[in-house]
């Protein structure tokens, strides 16, 4: 498996962790599942912990006008977007 599979992998594994940590039924949540209200149900508050608990395990930044961004993703998208950060900030710091 390559080096970024297993990144994505290990992003929705934490993002699913974070969800059951913040008390949200992770039942049937998949790649295709909105993270707002037409999926898991994420308001922007929760959004915002999301956005957090990423930025402080893979060290990547959203800004503030993005968080409102991630509800309208599902989670195979949030967690290809966290992928892509975390790529391009190891390609700056070469």
Same mark, same amino acid.
């Given at each position: 498996?390559?080096?970024?599979?297993?990144?994505?992998?290990?992003?929705r594994?934490?993002?699913?962790?974070?969800?059951?940590?913040?008390?949200?039924?992770?039942? !049937? @949540?998949?790649?295709?599942?909105?993270? #707002?209200?037409?999926?898991? *149900?994420? $308001?922007?508050?929760? /959004?915002?912990?999301? !956005? @957090?608990?990423?930025?402080?395990?893979? #060290?990547?930044?959203?800004? *503030?006008d $993005?968080?409102?961004? /991630?509800?309208?993703?599902? @989670?195979?998208?949030?967690?290809?977007?966290?992928?892509?950060?975390?790529?391009?900030?190891?390609?700056?710091?070469?």
């Amino acid at each position: 498996m390559s080096t970024e599979a297993m990144s994505t992998e290990e992003i929705r594994a934490f993002v699913l962790t974070s969800l059951s940590a913040m008390n949200y039924d992770i039942t !049937g @949540v998949d790649d295709d599942t909105l993270l #707002g209200p037409a999926g898991a *149900d994420l $308001e922007s508050l929760s /959004l915002a912990e999301l !956005g @957090v608990r990423v930025e402080e395990r893979f #060290g990547v930044t959203f800004e *503030d006008d $993005e968080a409102e961004l /991630l509800g309208t993703m599902t @989670v195979g998208e949030f967690g290809a977007a966290v992928a892509a950060r975390i790529r391009s900030a190891s390609a700056a710091g070469r």
